[in-house]
């Protein structure tokens, strides 16, 4: 009977100490998660204050749309 009892309190000792060790392990993985997360949050708030940033906005249209102001001459070079 003695060995009965401790077999079940080891039995859910165990379990427990399995569970416990489980949940450590997913929280380091969530933590680095997060720590990604924040780091590409900062990353695109940089890139969104770049972006409404008048001379980055104009040389980007200048760039990728081929605008120019009346009067510019545009010189385009094949790729």
């Known amino acids: 009977m003695i060995l009965a ?8 000792y165990l379990g427990k100490a399995f569970a416990i ?3 450590s392990a997913r929280i380091v993985a969530l933590e680095a998660r997060r720590a990604d997360l ?4 900062a990353e695109l708030s940089r890139l969104l204050a770049r972006a409404e940033d008048r001379d980055t ?18 010189v ?4």
């Open 57 to 74: 906005l104009e040389l980007q249209i200048r760039e990728k749309l081929l605008y120019g102001y009346p009067g510019e001459v545009l």
């Open 76 to 79: 385009l070079f094949g790729k």
């Open 38 to 41: 924040l780091a590409r949050a």
């Open 5 to 12: 009892i401790a077999g079940g309190l080891l039995w859910l």
């Open 21 to 23: 060790r489980d949940l």
